[in-house]
C-alpha cells in the first residue's frame, strides 16, 4: 500500500520569505500527486496535481512543485509567502486516477508579518 | 463544473442519536464516493469506499454497522453515523473522482459535534 511522509508538521516562515514543504510518498510506481491546502474549519482547496510529463507542475496561488522519480519526493514551493499563506497543507497519493487519495499528515504553516 | 455538495456543515446532536450527512454530485455522475474522517489537527483518514448499488467498502477499524453508507443513485451517497458518542465528534469530508481521471472533487465537510 501507499504511504505518504510530510516530514515536518509545523514551519513557520516571515511574509515575503520563501517556502518549501516536503512530500515524500512510498509506492513502486509513480503514483498521482496532489497538493491540498486547508484553512481551520474549511474544507480542501487542490494546489496542484501531477500525473505526468514536465516534473515542474505550476498550480494556483503562486504555488509550484517539482517530482523527483529518484528521491520518490514531490516538494511544494513559493517564492513569497503571504501572510493569507498561513494554513494547513497536505500531500496526497493516488495509485490511479479514481483510487482512494492517501494523504500525508500535513504541515502547517504560520507567517510572521 | 464537478461539484460536490456536503450537507449539512455542522451539526451538534446528542449522545445516542444518529445523524445522517449527505453528498450530492451536482453536475455529475459519481459512481464512487470516498469518505474521509479527520479528527482535530489530524490528517484525513479513508473511511469507507461507497459505489453507486453496491455495498460500501469499509477500511479496517471503522464499524460498518456504526457508519452506514448508502450509494443508491448516481448523484447522492449518505453517511449515517448511528448512534453517536462524543468520540465520533470530527470532521467528515466526502469525494468522487472527477470524471476522465483528472483528480477528485471534495464535499465542504460536515463537523460533527456529538454532546
Known amino acids: 500500500a501507499q504511504s505518504v511522509t510530510q516530514p515536518d508538521i509545523h514551519i513557520t516562515v516571515s511574509e515575503g520569505a520563501s517556502l518549501e514543504l516536503r512530500c515524500n510518498y512510498s509506492y513502486g510506481a509513480t503514483p498521482y500527486l496532489f497538493w491540498y491546502v486547508q484553512s481551520p474549519g474549511q474544507g480542501l482547496q487542490l494546489l496542484l496535481k501531477?500525473?505526468?510529463?514536465?516534473?515542474l507542475v505550476q498550480g494556483i496561488k503562486g504555488f509550484e512543485a517539482e517530482f523527483k522519480r529518484s528521491q520518490s519526493s514531490f516538494n511544494l514551493r513559493k517564492p513569497s509567502v503571504h501572510w493569507s499563506d498561513a494554513a494547513e497543507y497536505f500531500c496526497a497519493v493516488a495509485i490511479n486516477a479514481g483510487n482512494m487519495l492517501t494523504f500525508g499528515g500535513g504541515t502547517r504553516l504560520m507567517v510572521k508579518p | 463544473g464537478a461539484v460536490v455538495s456536503q450537507h449539512p456543515s455542522r451539526v451538534i446532536c446528542k449522545s445516542g442519536t444518529s445523524v445522517k450527512i449527505e453528498c450530492r454530485s451536482l453536475?455529475?455522475?459519481?459512481?464512487?464516493m470516498f469518505w474521509y474522517r479527520q479528527f482535530p489537527k489530524q490528517s484525513l483518514m479513508l473511511m469507507a469506499t461507497?459505489?453507486?448499488?453496491?455495498?460500501?467498502?469499509?477500511e479496517q477499524g471503522v464499524e460498518k454497522d456504526k457508519f452506514l453508507i448508502n450509494h443508491a443513485s448516481l448523484t447522492l451517497s449518505t453517511l449515517t453515523v448511528t448512534s453517536a458518542h462524543p468520540e465520533d465528534s470530527s470532521f467528515y469530508i466526502c469525494s468522487a473522482p472527477r470524471q476522465g481521471g483528472d483528480g477528485y472533487t471534495f464535499g465542504s465537510g460536515t463537523r460533527l459535534t456529538v454532546v
Open positions: 461507497s459505489n453507486e448499488g453496491s455495498k460500501a467498502t469499509y
Open positions: 453536475d455529475f455522475q459519481a459512481t464512487t
Open positions: 501531477y500525473f505526468s510529463g514536465d516534473t
